[in-house]
């Protein structure tokens, strides 16, 4: 299925990334920005496609300083949603203050660096804590370390979100660690987010997409469009991130993925339908 007509109301946009040049940058970092994503043009694209809606996910170069992010959902409460990056050792009232400013979720990016401790004091505690107000564990991680992180995972108290279809290494999906990220993406409590196929090896994120199909994670899978695709921008457009995914899909799954899949992760459904806000077809080639 192709976008030919808008998406259905109510449509999510799972994960996408708002900077500017000139913030704190973290001391540990992969990559550092220079230009601007900023949140009037992010709700641009949303509106000139049809969505309705936004997960803003902290950008792993601002590390845990999430002032950026909560100044961002400030902007649109009615529209965003936040992912945040923190210490395991946060306290639970400053997990209230990110509960309450729209943070559905923290964050655990994992490339390149190691897995953390998840069975050792703070991070059990942080698992207990972060069930306790309904907000999920996403992690970004690849290959061996979801062998690493399976044990884990699996016991993981609340809603775990893999992100980018777990980086599949090989077109053929069989790969050191691929066991174990199936094994996990079985898991009733387990989410996986359909985004950013160019972060995977060339052809395994399709690959991995219409695997997913056909196992029936359709139940448990959101789509992102990794805007601004970070250290992968040259020749992106916005609308060919949701049509990799649609044309993979039929129109019941398109409206279970884009629509009541995230409101039920999220735990919330935006109050203004995406279809009141149908861009034209040259606003959706832009």
């Known amino acids: 299925m192709t976008f030919t007509e808008p998406p259905p109301p109510a449509a999510f946009d799972s994960h996408a990334h708002v900077f500017t040049r000139g913030l704190p940058l973290a001391d540990e970092r992969r990559y550092s920005p220079d230009y601007d994503a900023t949140v009037d ?18 950008p792993s170069f601002l590390g845990t300083d999430n002032s950026h992010l909560l100044a961002a959902l400030r902007r649109a409460p009615e529209r965003f949603r936040g992912v945040a990056v923190i ?10 203050r ?25 991070w059990r505690r942080l698992a207990r804590e972060l069930a306790a107000r309904g907000l999920h564990m996403e992690v970004q991680a690849r290959q061996r370390q979801w062998e690493e992180l399976e044990p884990w995972l699996l016991r993981w108290p609340g809603a775990v979100v893999i992100d980018h279809l777990g980086l599949p290494a090989l077109p053929s999906l069989s790969y050191p660690g691929s066991g174990a990220l199936f094994r996990l993406l079985a898991a009733p409590h387990v989410w996986v987010k359909a985004a950013a196929p160019y972060r995977s090896a060339p052809r395994a994120a399709t690959a991995m997409l219409r695997s997913l199909l056909r196992t029936g994670a ?3 899978m959101v789509w992102g469009s990794d805007w601004p695709w970070t250290r992968h921008e040259e020749g992106r457009v916005y609308g060919t991130t949701l049509t990799w ?36 077809a040259a606003a959706r080639r832009a």
Do not use: K
Not at 41 to 58: E, F, K, N, R, T
């Open 98 to 122: 990110l509960a309450e400013a729209g943070v559905c979720g923290i964050r655990l990016n994992l490339i390149g660096r190691p897995v953390p401790p998840l069975g050792e004091g703070p």
């Open 245 to 280: 995914l649609t044309t993979e899909l039929n129109a019941a799954e398109t409206q279970r993925i884009l629509c009541a899949n995230p409101a039920r992760l999220f735990g919330w459904t935006p109050p203004v339908a995406a279809g009141d806000r149908t861009g034209t």
């Open 41 to 58: 043009a992010y709700v641009s694209l949303l509106d000139a496609h049809g969505l309705a809606a936004g997960v803003l996910v902290q």
């Open 218 to 220: 359709v139940e448990r």
């Open 87 to 96: 210490d395991p050792r946060t306290p639970g009232d400053e997990l209230d």
